[in-house]
């Protein structure tokens, strides 16, 4: 649930028995904490100490977990240890005070600044001679809306007079990326780093979170971007023993084939990994011979990381060379590391060394001396340069990969998401099937997803995109059509504009503008945030245009979506099904238990309709079945019935086996086994179509004794079945024997 200014935390109780008739078990909310006023999402928190005000404060809180309470759900809730909001700064009390006071201030510890480099650098103004404009108003600096404190006894004289007694300077925003003497987050400036690794500081900052949990007010806990700490498996230690009873779970990005550092004390990840396999199961590798690209995704990659190490991270690349041994050629060995670095980071543990050590060898032929240099510092988890370089490679990953060369390396967007490997052409069923027992063994009960607020694009945008894979001729040959009549030149981004259409269609034109946009600024190839191109943004905005008002390209893109919607759909049940049921604690984002068709964010935080759910969920408890059709309602079905039956009949998901089906169709078919209960879902639903769809010698195998299929209500004797007869209805089914305790249970 996203809980922000305009739906707080009452109007979040109005749904709670919604959410309970759904079958939920925990209400997992975007964060609570005092945030800038106004702030739309709420990571950006400017006092820890205190619920957020703006959406009801302590007592909304207290209501919002009675209302829980009464309908027997539990808390989830967010927390952000690593960065507080300052980019208005009076809103942020501790940030004031380090102002105010410099390194006297009680929260200078608070934040890693360095302060050997002179007073805090703060980029606000349009540019350095905006000084200027500077106005004195009491006991405070004005620029603006912008209000900074006087520091006593500074007063007196002209307002550039007075700035210079301060403890900070305030210079050009463009000076943001280059020259701060304090940690941010990314290369956001109006995000100030903490130093929650100090014992003091983690107690400051987490008292309020942690009083929530020994007053029995939240159940768990995400840990937003522990990358960005010093020591991550030190705070999650420290975290643990605070809260010992608490389900815990981490945003860590896990890359294809990289694992959750074995020290930490958590019950998973937020599930990105699952929804790269979810979405993966559902994209026919066959196809990637068919959708070909000029460049690979690892030469973007490397050069788009390289590109954020030197630029936008420019300041954190100063700040490590001060920490490194004063060799030739240290800047660019330093950038060309995190460059080739293929995971976040590596930690204190030895976690990920390997990859260390190969980034190095990468870059010791050009720079043999300062990898010899840096080599030992580095690898040492003592070192301060290999702990600061570890936070910057996070933030080059991240900037570099997932906010860049995602909007540039556009064969095939499904994939393109965050924890994706694009440059692997979707998942096997073998594949899927490793994966899932292997969460089963080692994560059973971290968090799986399809869709939160920093997805590149919803759930059903992605599983229509899917279908593509099964019709690679058609689509470029379609594809053609439109860049002929919209042309715009940067292949790339038309690439991805185009699939946006099919993926998200119908969808409003402002939307998908303001999409476009951001797209196009966040891939920096032919227009960028900082340096505007408006006349390739005109160009750009005309294809956008061209799709409503060009009365052929509207009607082929009309007729074209027609074909992908009906299996799309199916590939949306599929993957909600899989990731409803599969090993781990399924994670359902506000308004998905219906289609949805958001891009990335904010257009993924628009309101939903929870009135017309409710209405819908009512209509289904009555026995209607509905059709597959634009309204959704089947797939409320699909998810009410799922989390129904792992909310009732917990001991029917804890194991993991996968079941075979046989026949000539037998590739269509994902089931599995959770220790009882069996999900069967349709893979590749437009190549079924195209041979015929499902025949009688379709079949999988059941253990005798009498199931009940739950979505439906069909029962079913056990044994061999059908494949046609179990998903008769609809291209999923969620198998379960009548009597738990029987000989129906594997």
């Known amino acids: 649930m996203q809980v922000r200014p305009g739906f707080g935390l009452d109007s979040t109780g109005g749904v709670v028995g919604y959410l309970g008739r759904v079958g939920v078990s925990h209400l997992y909310s975007a964060p609570l904490l005092e945030a800038a006023p106004g702030s739309a999402h709420g990571y950006d928190v400017v006092d820890p100490t205190r619920v957020r005000s703006e959406l009801g404060g302590a007592a909304g809180l207290a209501r919002l977990v009675e209302e829980l309470r009464g309908v027997g759900l539990g808390l989830v809730v967010d927390v952000v240890p690593n960065h507080v909001g300052v980019a208005v700064a009076a809103a942020n009390p501790a940030w004031w005070s380090v102002l105010r006071d410099g390194e006297r201030s009680p929260y200078a510890r608070w934040f890693d600044i360095d302060w050997r ?4 650098v703060l980029p606000v103004l349009a540019d350095d001679g905006a000084v200027r404009d500077l106005v004195v108003d009491g006991d405070e600096l004005r620029y603006f809306e912008h209000r900074f404190p006087v520091a006593p006894g500074t007063g007196g004289g002209s307002a550039r007079e007075v700035h210079a007694r301060q403890h900070y300077r305030l210079v050009a925003w463009r000076r943001g990326n280059s020259e701060l003497n304090y ?14 690794e100090d014992p003091e500081v983690f107690a400051d900052t987490h008292a309020e979170i942690l009083r929530w949990v020994s007053e029995g007010l939240v159940d768990g806990i995400r840990v937003d ?14 975290l643990r023993e605070a809260a010992p009873g608490v389900w815990l779970v981490v945003e860590k990005i896990l890359e294809h084939g990289e694992e959750l550092p074995a020290d930490w004390p958590v ?17 026919d590798p066959a196809a990637e011979a068919s959708f070909a690209v000029a460049r690979g ?21 100063t700040r490590l060379e001060w920490l490194a041994p004063d060799v030739p050629g240290m800047r660019d060995a330093l950038a060309q590391i995190a460059a080739r670095l293929p995971v976040y980071r590596t930690y204190p543990d030895g976690t990920g060394r390997e990859h260390l050590d190969a980034a190095l060898a990468g870059t010791r032929e050009k720079h043999p001396e300062a990898v010899d240099a840096l080599t030992p510092l580095l690898t040492d988890p003592l070192s301060e340069l290999g702990a600061r370089f570890a936070q910057y490679t996070g933030a080059v990953m991240a900037k570099g990969v997932e906010d860049t060369a995602f909007y540039r390396f556009n064969r095939f967007v499904a994939l393109n998401e965050v924890g994706g490997a694009p440059d692997r052409f979707g998942l096997s069923v073998d594949e899927f099937h490793d994966a899932a027992a292997r969460r089963q063994r080692k994560w059973p009960a971290g968090m799986t997803t399809l869709s939160t607020h920093d997805t590149k694009r919803g759930e059903d945008v992605r599983a229509r995109l899917a ?16 860049a002929a009549a919209a042309p715009l030149d940067d292949a790339d981004l038309a690439s991805l504009l185009w699939q946006t259409v099919v993926g998200a269609w119908p969808i409003e034109r402002e939307r998908l503008h303001a999409y476009a946009l951001k797209a196009a600024r966040e891939a920096a190839a032919s227009t960028a945030w900082d340096d505007p191109d408006e006349a390739f943004e005109e160009r750009m905005r005309a294809l956008v245009d061209s799709v409503y008002d060009d009365p052929a390209v509207r009607a082929d893109i009309d007729a074209f ?12 049940l599929g993957q909600k099904l899989v990731q409803l049921t599969m090993p781990g604690v399924p994670d359902v984002y506000q308004g998905t238990e219906l289609w949805e068709n958001s891009l990335v964010d904010p257009d993924n935080r628009r309101p939903v309709d929870f009135e017309a759910r409710s209405a819908l969920l009512e209509r289904l408890d009555t026995g209607w079945l509905p059709p597959v059709d634009p309204t959704g309602a089947v797939k409320l079905l699909v998810t009410s019935r799922a989390l129904r039956l792992r909310r009732d009949r917990p001991e029917l998901f804890n194991g993991y086996a996968r079941v075979d089906a046989s026949g000539p169709h037998r590739a269509h078919v994902l089931a599995f086994d959770r220790g009882g209960a069996v999900t069967v879902a349709t893979r590749l639903p437009l190549a079924l179509e195209q041979a015929g769809g499902w025949v009688p010698d379709d079949l999988i195998d059941l253990p005798t004794g009498r199931w009940r299929e739950v979505i439906t209500g069909t029962a079913f004797d056990g044994g061999v079945l059908a494949v046609p007869d179990v998903l008769a209805r609809y291209p999923v089914a969620l198998l379960a024997p009548e009597d738990a305790g029987g000989e129906g249970t594997r």
């Not at 019950?267 to 994209?283: H, Q």
């Not at 190490?309 to 690349?317: F, I, N, Q, S, Y």
């Open 267 to 283: 019950d998973g990840t937020t599930g990105y990994d699952a929804l790269r396999e979810v979405c993966g199961v559902f994209v």
């Open 225 to 238: 971007h522990p990358d960005g700490l010093r020591d991550p498996g030190g705070y999650l230690r420290r």
């Open 561 to 572: 979506v027609v074909r992908l919607t009906r299996p799309g759909w199916s590939n949306s």
């Open 183 to 196: 940690r941010r987050f990314f290369a956001v400036s109006g995000l100030a780093g903490v130093r929650v």
């Open 117 to 120: 480099r002179g007073p805090l």
């Open 467 to 482: 279908v593509l894979a099964e019709i690679p001729d058609e689509w470029h040959a379609t594809v053609s059509r439109w």
């Open 297 to 317: 995704l690892g030469d973007i990659v490397y050069e788009c990381k390289l590109a954020a190490a030197t630029g936008l991270l420019a300041t954190e690349l």
